[in-house]
């Protein structure tokens, strides 16, 4: 039975949608700015996304472990990072076209491979309810966190202090400020930068396992709507420290839920322009935050997206 | 010594030299992006090997579906159309160094702004309700990418993020509209405008089988290699492109230029929309974003954002695409094979451009001449 909670149902639900819809965000973006602090630019997890979430549900569905499925996401991504990051390190490779071809290619590969994937059923991720102490179905429904999205928090914090506080952290700082200043402290930029796009490319190929895996739970070709790119403009947002993604990706998981909440009180009108409502946010809030004259507060400077 | 040679040559040696490497930067142009294109062809033939089917048997099925008859060239130049104007969306823009790859909204937009021109109008006689129909998706499409421009220009927005972004917008507004407001009640199964009446209809260009947005897209490619190559603004625009501070320190107005070419790139993919409503679906719906704006992107980079190579660029990925429902039941191969070879073709051909100082026709010359 459920029980009648009125109107109170929609904020519930955006606070259940933006835990559920956040997640992939959470990986992809805290990616996104490693890689972006080291000085490089991926516009390529899209595609990696995209591939995370078929690989991700394939190898779940063979061997019948969602975790074993997660791992192999993970991996496939970071294959598709190291790729980005070795092709970039040729001299006068545009980072930001090399991005968009990948976005391509991985898309492409994914769809290819995971035609036979569409209609099998996978193990799903577990999730934990955290709404035991409440009697109210909607409360306990939207509570009920995935693992991910508790390991994803953990993950920002941990970025984040990374960055901050361990000489590797300092490394990847040093890398995406300056080359030179780099170089002259006998650092190797663009292996730092390897291993920071391949880091990134693994997240965001757990953040496209979890897609498949959880929610919205299954294979198929539009799966993604363009979660990848919208991390990467979230990135900038977020001023490139994971933790401010962690919190805009809950801002962007509400926007994105706003939709199917309305719709489960009864209102379908403008169903699609609600759907848009993450990428108006996103939009003007890169609006809001770019600017012409003074260069990005704490944007690293060697990136070619804000140049 | 050299020097020596140089102060005895006769003038016209050294204008011949000089000559003679303009054309081998121009045999360059050429031959680099299709060396890029067959060193795709090949990886891609070797993905295909790797799964037990036959390379020569792809290329042959792509080459019969896509230009071996008179059928398949038909086939092949209706979809070359809307490329050859989505491609413009991204190479006029990308002159001036701004990478626009949300040409799928203006499209989408063109499409739908046509549709809505004909519903509101439709006692209109048939050449004046079309001449209506493409001034509303120029002006659609022209603005939406151009706002992008405008974004970029004003507030410094990264261009290549905002438009793809506005795609997905664009694509809502779309569904929004052709579900809501625009909908034909008599539309069931599939959302769309009410149908163009016949008369508005855009027809075959005689003795080609193919309709006039082909004719459209061609002149379009070649306005634009004019405008680019042998006008003062083009001129400006490709300085904007090499340099921005420079540009602007000469005086030039950046950011007109940057509003003006990307809103002319997007009053293109804003036609492309058109044409597809009124000469291949006959109304606005869901079909309209097919991804001509994406191939539009790879189809702009293998032809350097020269309008001129836009030309065969958009024939040969035309082509690859007609092959797709040939290739799916021939080699039992997904739809998603072609994406896969323009994947690789699109890598290839960026590794092209960054290796162009090593292997190049210039290169060769100078090394012979040293």
């Known amino acids: 039975m459920t029980t009648d909670i009125g109107l109170w149902g929609v904020p519930l639900a955006i606070l259940g949608g933006a835990i559920r819809v956040s997640t992939p965000f959470i990986f992809v973006s805290v990616g996104e700015a490693l890689t972006e602090r080291s000085g490089r630019v991926n516009l390529g997890l899209e595609g990696t996304l995209v591939f995370g979430a078929m690989s991700g549900y394939a190898v779940a569905y063979q061997t019948n472990s969602a975790w074993i499925g997660l791992l192999a996401a993970a991996f496939f991504g970071m294959l598709f990072g190291l790729f980005h990051g070795w092709i970039c390190k040729l001299p006068k490779v545009n980072d930001i076209a090399l991005g968009i071809a990948l976005m391509i290619f991985g898309s492409g590969l994914a769809f290819f491979f995971g035609k036979p994937y569409i209609q099998p059923v996978a193990p799903h991720l577990p999730a934990i309810s955290l709404g035991w102490w409440s009697d109210v179905p909607q409360v306990q429904a939207a509570l009920r966190v995935n693992v991910l999205f508790i390991a994803g928090i953990a993950l920002a914090i941990a970025a984040s202090w990374m960055l901050k506080n361990t000489k590797v952290g300092l490394t990847i700082r040093v890398a995406g400020d300056s080359a030179d200043a780099a170089r002259a402290l006998g650092i190797d930029v663009n292996r730092v930068r390897l291993w920071s796009t391949a880091a990134g490319g693994a997240l965001a190929g757990i953040g496209g396992a979890y897609l498949s895996l959880y929610y919205p739970g299954s294979w198929n070709e539009g799966i993604s709507s363009g979660q990848g790119l919208m991390a990467v403009a979230l990135v900038i947002f977020a001023r490139w420290s994971p933790i401010n993604c962690a919190y805009a990706s809950l801002l962007f998981g509400g926007a994105g839920a706003l939709g199917p909440a309305l719709q489960s009180v009864g209102v379908t009108q403008g169903y699609y322009l609600f759907y848009a409502a993450p990428y108006v946010l996103t939009l003007g809030l890169l609006i809001a935050t770019s600017s012409t004259t003074r260069a990005m507060t704490s944007a690293p400077g060697e990136l070619s997206i804000t140049k | ?370």
């Not at chain 2, 130049?77 to 490329?83: M, T």
């Not at chain 2, 293109?268 to 974003?289: D, Q, R, W």
Request: proline content about 5%; aromatic content about 8%; overall charge neutral.
């Open chain 2, 1 to 370: 010594m050299t020097t020596e040679a140089g102060l005895a040559a006769p003038a016209t040696g050294a204008i011949n030299a000089e000559t003679a490497e303009t054309f081998a930067r121009k045999l360059d142009a050429v031959l680099l992006p299709l060396a890029a294109l067959l060193v795709g062809m090949s990886i891609f033939s070797i993905f295909l090997l790797f799964l037990g089917k036959s390379p020569i048997e792809f290329f042959q099925i792509v080459y019969k579906a896509g230009f071996g008859t008179a059928f398949s060239w038909t086939n092949t130049l209706a979809r070359a159309a809307p490329l050859l104007l989505a491609a413009l969306c991204v190479a006029l823009p990308a002159r001036l160094g701004l990478v626009i790859i949300g040409g799928e909204g203006a499209i989408v937009l063109g499409g739908v702004a046509a549709g809505a021109v004909a519903m509101l109008a439709p006692g209109l006689p048939g050449p004046i309700g079309i001449i209506f129909m493409a001034i509303a998706a120029c002006v659609v499409g022209g603005a939406w990418i151009g706002g992008i421009g405008a974004l970029r220009h004003l507030r410094g927005v990264n261009e290549t993020i905002s438009s793809l972004l506005m795609a997905y917008i664009a694509i809502a507004l779309m569904n929004h509209l052709v579900e809501g407001p625009l909908r034909d009640p008599a539309s069931l199964n599939k959302p769309s405008t009410a149908p163009l009446p016949d008369a508005w209809r855009i027809g075959e260009i005689p003795g080609v089988g193919v309709h006039w947005g082909l004719a459209v897209g061609i002149i379009g490619c070649i306005v634009c290699w004019l405008l680019i190559e042998r006008t003062t603004w083009g001129f400006a625009a490709r300085i904007v492109g090499g340099n921005v501070k420079a540009a602007q320190i000469q005086g030039l107005p950046a950011g007109l230029l940057m509003i003006g070419f990307t809103a002319l790139g997007g009053a293109f993919a804003g036609l492309a929309g058109m044409f597809e409503v009124a000469a291949v679906h006959g109304s606005a719906n869901a079909s309209l974003a097919a991804g001509y704006g994406y191939t539009g992107i790879l189809i702009a980079f293998l032809a350097r954002h020269n309008g001129l190579a836009i030309i065969p660029a958009a024939i040969v990925f035309a082509g690859f695409e007609a092959s797709s429902g040939l290739i799916q039941r021939r080699l039992d191969l997904p739809d998603a094979t072609i994406l896969v070879l323009e994947g690789i073709v699109f890598i290839t051909i960026l590794l092209s451009d960054a290796r162009q100082d090593r292997v190049s026709i210039v290169k060769l010359m100078k090394g012979a001449s040293a």
